[in-house]
T-cell receptor, first 111, second 113 residues
Framework: DAKTTQPPSMDCAEGRAANLPCNHS???????VYWYRQIHSQGPQYIIH???NNETNEMASLIITEDRKSSTLILPHATLRDTAVYYC????????????FGKGTSLLVTP | DTAVSQTPKYLVTQMGNDKSIKCEQN?????MYWYKQDSKKFLKIMFS???????INETVPNRFSPKSPDKAHLNLHINSLELGDSAVYFC????????????FGPGTRLTVT
């Protein structure tokens, strides 16, 4: 699976959009980009995933650059409950198996 | 209804003891996983089962033995517990081993004294 690089920490004001970047310059054509988050002391939670096209669901939007070497997770209106560690994971879609969690980005949403 | 449940939530035990952690999922998923999160917060895969068949067995001491009585359950048995086994253990499941999202349980915090 391709390696990802994320900033260790970010701050965001409540109600504003949180834009979390992820670099995956060695991504292969059959690798998907997944985002998970872990709120303190809880199990990781799936947010969204995509291959090439931008994706949106009720939680967030995922923007993938045309060359697929980077992506951005967007939380459109961050709330205090969005404070968590966010993990960007790249893996082959049909390989199944495990998720390789890196260090992630610790997002702090402030009042 | 809880999708992925684990018992117990907390487990405190002494070195040398044997303990088990149970995991159940009611999502009808085919694949289940055990992850370990150490004190530095790194989350690493330990085992994965697909339809009761072991498909991943990372470099984990033989003292750790997963058991899947049916595809809704994946239990983790640990023999001769050591101080370094102290961690939070997460169970997860996915529809199958394809590109599907994984659903995690609440975790079991194991403390070995």
């Amino acid at each position: 699976d391709a390696k990802t690089t994320q900033p260790p920490s970010m701050d965001c004001a409540e109600g504003r959009a949180a834009n979390l970047p992820c670099n995956h310059s060695t991504i292969s054509g059959n690798e998907y980009v997944y985002w998970y988050r872990q709120i303190h002391s809880q199990g990781p939670q799936y947010i969204i995933h995509g291959l090439k096209n931008n994706e949106t669901n009720e939680m967030a939007s995922l923007i993938i650059t045309e060359d697929r070497k980077s992506s951005t997770l967007i939380l459109p209106h961050a709330t205090l409950r969005d404070t968590a560690v966010y993990y960007c994971i790249v893996r082959v879609g049909d390989s199944g198996y495990a998720l390789n969690f890196g260090k992630g980005t610790s997002l702090l949403v402030t009042p | 209804d809880t999708a992925v449940s684990q018992t117990p939530k907390y487990l405190v035990t002494q070195m040398g003891n044997d303990k088990s952690i149970k995991c159940e999922q009611n999502l009808g998923h085919d694949t289940m996983y055990w992850y370990k999160q150490d004190s530095k917060k790194f989350l690493k895969i330990m085992f994965s089962y697909n339809n009761k068949e072991l498909i991943i067995n990372e470099t984990v001491p033989n003292r750790f033995s997963p058991k899947s009585p049916d595809k809704a359950h994946l239990n983790l048995h640990i023999n001769s517990l050591e101080l370094g086994d102290s961690a939070v253990y997460f169970c997860a499941s996915s529809q199958n081993r394809g590109r599907y999202e994984q659903y995690f349980g609440p975790g079991t915090r194991l403390t070995v004294t």
